[in-house]
Each structure stands twice: as C-alpha cells, then as structure tokens.
C-alpha cells in the first residue's frame, strides 16, 4: 500500500532489540496492526493498537504510536532467531468497509 | 475450529484457463475478504464481502469474480486466467464491527504460465 511505508530489511543479532518502523498517511486510521509472516505461512496477528493510545506492551513487544507524525513502531525484545519473519504493519480507516491497508513488509534477519 | 481454510495450496495455469479458489470459515464471521500479495508490494484487497449474499470490490479487483451464498464461503473465481496474476491469494475474516481482528488463511500460491 503506496500511504504505507516500511522499510524493506532489518538485521540485528540474537538478544539485541528490534525497532521496526512504519509510517502512514491517512490520519483517519482508527487500529494500526502488526502482522508477522513466517516464510510459506499466512499472517499472524501480533498485536494490534488503537489510535487514541501512545503505547501497548504486550510481553516482548511494545508498540509506539507517534499520531502527530503518523509513527508507528514496533519493538522485540530479546530477537530470538524464531522471530525472522516479515512484519507487516497496516491500518484500517473509519469505514464501514472494515479492510485493512498494509505496508510492503520488513524482512527481519536474526543473526545467531 | 479449523479457523480459515483455503484450497488449493498451490496451483498451476495457463493463460486462458480459468479456475476457483476456494476459502471457508468455520467462525461464523460476517465479513470475508481476498487479498493478493506480491513481491516488494504487501497485500492489496481484491474483494470483500459483509454478509452473505453482498459483495464489493477491493482495491485490485479485474479479472477476479466473488459471491457470497453461505456465512462460510468465499470463493474467488479467474475466468480467464493471466500471468500477471500470478500472485499469492490470502483469504481473511472477521468477526463484525465488535472485533477488529482478521484472521487470515494460509494462502494459496498460483502460477500463471
């Protein structure tokens, strides 16, 4: 989706933290989404966060919402090699058509 | 619960043929969407459906056909397949305006020669 922007790859070893970004321009999205991908599988819902908060913590994952900036991040703590996957961030807007626009995806490598 | 199911797994055609993906739920979700995704592009919604019986088109939708009979099904039909798409075709439900959690599919990868 062309109003969501990720960035394509991000490497980090086993144990840092990882910062996966996301920006988006509809100021109307009401829930932002990150969705994880592992390699042949369908999405899995990570979590999610609605946009009248600035942050959700949810065990290893933290996400960070910038409204002013249309920020969106997604932070691992303690990247095990389990978490290499695509993460996908999307949006859905205030309408009734409940369809959710993603980002192109960041391919995050785990390096032992 | 099975969740959402969809058939093929893999699929291979040639330009011209046609052919039906199939997608089920067994959540007794109202709303059933298609996505395809593609390289460097993430998903895009092809169709989606509120209901049984009403349908509408995504962002993506030529060359692709919907209907909606049961609460369950969702079928996507290529009448007149195209190597352009050639593609990985996600299904996806969710509950109604209560939840705003989709479910996705394992997908279905076509290959259009």
């Known amino acids: 989706g062309e109003d969501v922007e990720q960035s394509l790859f991000l490497s980090v070893r086993e144990g840092d933290s990882s910062v996966i970004n996301c920006t988006y321009t509809d100021s109307s999205s009401t829930y932002l989404y990150w969705y994880k991908q592992e390699p042949g599988a369908g999405l899995q819902l990570l979590t999610y966060?609605?946009?009248?908060?600035d942050m959700k913590q949810d065990q290893r994952l933290t996400v960070l919402l910038n409204k002013k900036d249309k920020h969106l991040s997604l932070r691992i703590a303690d990247t095990q090699t389990g978490d290499s996957a695509i993460y996908f961030c999307a949006h859905k807007m205030d309408t009734g058509r409940r369809a959710l626009t993603f980002g192109s995806g960041t391919r995050l490598q785990v390096q032992p | 619960n099975a969740g959402v199911t969809q058939t093929p797994k893999f699929q291979v055609l040639k330009t011209g043929q046609s052919m039906t993906l199939q997608c089920a739920q067994d959540m007794n979700h109202e709303y059933m969407s298609w996505y395809r995704q593609d390289p460097g592009m993430g998903l895009r919604l092809i169709h989606y459906s509120v209901g049984a019986g009403i349908t509408d088109q995504g962002e993506v939708p030529n060359g692709y056909n919907v209907s909606r009979s049961t609460t369950e099904d969702f079928p996507l039909r290529l009448l007149s397949a195209a190597p352009s798409q050639t593609s990985v075709y996600f299904c996806?439900?969710?509950?109604?305006?209560?939840?705003?959690?989709?479910?996705f599919g394992p997908g279905t990868r076509l290959l259009v020669l």
């Open positions: 996806a439900s969710s509950y109604s305006l209560a939840t705003e959690t989709q479910y």
């Open positions: 966060i609605f946009s009248n908060m």
